[in-house]
């Protein structure tokens, strides 16, 4: 069985494989520019819808409350058919609301899942490239070529939204 040590390959500054780790090793030992493609994410807020839906259903509450207290009170027929109306578009416009959020979300993940293959490249990428702890180069071993920051910035920004890429490469700069 061969060892972990001759399957390294040699680092393209150095010419050596003793200080040779993978990027994912490299991380995990702290090289921060090391990191691999983040995981792309749609981050919708719900806040608003929920906060409107509990306030609608507070009041729906209130008005059924009133409704039955009413009740007992010989309260008017058309002020319990006013209160019933109320309550049930309260209910109504709740139940709307909580449908458009969801929706929203949905179309949140649809956004992310069709990100996913870049990401997928991207982190097939990472995986084969190699980081050198003497010279603290990384490198791909295929080309024998050393990589620049701005480099690994497109490979970890791959995954994201265009705007976010080039976003990326301009905090390097």
């Not at 061969?2 to 780790?21: F, G, L, N």
């Not at 090391?34 to 995981?39: S, V």
């Not at 578009?89 to 139940?95: D, G, H, R």
């Not at 490249?121 to 070529?145: G, H, I, Q």
Request: negative net charge; contains cysteine; hydrophobic residues 45%.
């Amino acid at each position: 069985m061969a060892s972990v040590e001759s399957q390294k390959p040699d680092c393209p500054v150095c010419h050596q494989a003793d200080q040779v780790k993978t990027l994912q090793a490299a991380y995990a030992s702290g090289v921060e520019r090391a990191a691999p493609p983040d995981m792309p994410t749609k981050h919708v807020s719900m806040m608003t819808f929920i906060s409107i839906g509990i306030v609608l259903i507070g009041v729906c509450v209130i008005l059924i409350l009133i409704l039955i207290g009413g009740l007992e009170n010989n309260f008017p027929f058309v002020a319990q058919l006013a209160l019933a109306v109320v309550t049930i578009l309260c209910i109504l416009t709740t139940l709307g609301l909580s449908y458009y959020a969801f929706q929203r979300v949905v179309r949140g993940d649809t956004e992310a899942s069709e990100q996913y293959p870049a990401w997928d490249e991207a982190m097939e990428t990472w995986r084969s490239l190699y980081y050198c702890s003497r010279d603290d180069v990384v490198f791909d071993p295929k080309a024998n070529k050393t990589l620049s920051n701005d480099q690994l910035a497109v490979i970890r920004a791959s995954g994201q939204p265009k705007g976010e890429v080039q976003s990326a490469l301009a905090r390097q700069h």
